[in-house]
C-alpha cells in the first residue's frame, strides 16, 4: 500500500467517525493551548520584570543596609547592620572616580491633602539625581532643584494621578499641599510611567531626602542608586564603594551591593524554571489526550475487525496494518496540535489587547515542544491497537470474531 493509499485510509476512517474525532481534536487542543498558553505567561512575566529592571541601565548599582549572608555565632544569624546608611554615606560615595551621580533614597507613606481633598501616596525622599537615575521625565514644571543633601527645602514632584486626585481640574503647579504635618509647594509633575519595580511611580510624591528624614523622624537612608560612568567600571566602582563604607564604618563590610546583571541573571533563572514547571504541569493534559487516542482506537480496532480482515485477505502486511493505525493517531494528533496552536496565538494576540503592557509571548520551544508532544503522545499511545490490530487473524477477523 503506497502512502498516499494510507493517507486516504486513515482520513477516511476520520471523517467516519466525527463525534469521535471531535473529541480527540478536543482533548489534544486543549493539551497544547495549556501548555503554550502557560509557558507564554512565564515567558511573559520575565520579558516584564526584566524589562523593569533593564529600563534603569546596566551601570546601576544599588546600595543597601545590611550584609546579604550568615555570619558567625551560635546559633547562626543573619547578618547584622552595625549602622545604617545616612546622608554622609551617600555623600562620601560621590568622591570615587568612577561614580558619577547618586540617588539616596528614604521610603515612607503620608498624606497628601489640598483643601478638602486628600489621599494616602507613598513618599520618596531623594535629590535631583534621581531623575536621570532612574531614566524618569516630567510632563510639567520642573524636579527637585540642585542642592546640598541636608537642605530639607519645602518643594515636591507629584506624580500624574497623584495630581489628578489631588487637584482635579485645577492647576497644581505653585500650589501648597500638606504632606503629613508639613507644607509643600508643587514644583513639578512627573510623566505618565505607571509600575516600575513593583512602584507606582504615577501615584507618588518626591520631596527632598533631607525633608524625607524630618517627616519621618528618622536618620537612616532606604537605599543608595549609584550611577557608573562607565559599564566597564562596574567593578572597579562596587569595590571602591565597599571599601568607602568600610572606612566609615570601622573596617565593618555591613551594606549589599546589587549589579543590575546579577538581578538579571537571578530573575531570568527563576522565571525560566516557573515556565519549565508550568510547560509540564500542562504537558500532563497532552499524556491524557494520548491515553484517550489510546482508548477510542482501541474501540475502533473491535468496531472494524472485519474490515481488517478485508484488508488481510486482499494481501495487506502486518506492517501495512499497523502504518494504517498509526497514520490515522498522527493525523488526528497533528490537526489538533495545529488548531490547539492556532487558538493559543488567538489567545495570545487577545491577551495583549487586553493588557498591552504585559509582553505575553510564547517562547519557539514552547511552540515546537507542545506541537511535537501531542504528535509523539498520540503515536506512542496507538501503538498498542496498531499491533492488536496487525495480529489479528484474517479468517477470524472477516468472521467478526
Known sequence: MRSIDLFLFAFTSVRRYPLRTSLLLLAVIIGVVAVILLTAL?????RYVTGQFSSLGSNLLIVLPGR???????????????????????????RSRYVRRIAPLNVGQAELSFGRRSREVAILGSTADFLPVRKLSLAQGQFLPPADLQQAAPVCVLGIQARDELFGPEPALGQWIRIGDRRFRVIGILASTGQSLGADIDNIAVIPVAAAQRLFNTASLFRILVEVNRLEDLKQAEQAIQSIIRDRHEGEDDVTIITQGAVLETFNRIFLALTLALAGIAAISLVVAGILIMNVTLVSVSQRTEEIGLLKALGATPRVIRLAFLTEAGLLSLAGAILGLMVAQAGIWIGRWLFPTFPLAAPLWAIIAAVSVAVSAGLLFALLPARRAARLDPVQALAGR
Open 68 to 94: 546579604n549572608e550568615t555570619t558567625g555565632g551560635r546559633p547562626p544569624v543573619l547578618g547584622e547592620t552595625p549602622r545604617d546608611l545616612t546622608l554622609d554615606d551617600a555623600q562620601a560615595l560621590t
Open 42 to 46: 512565564g515567558e511573559g512575566a520575565r
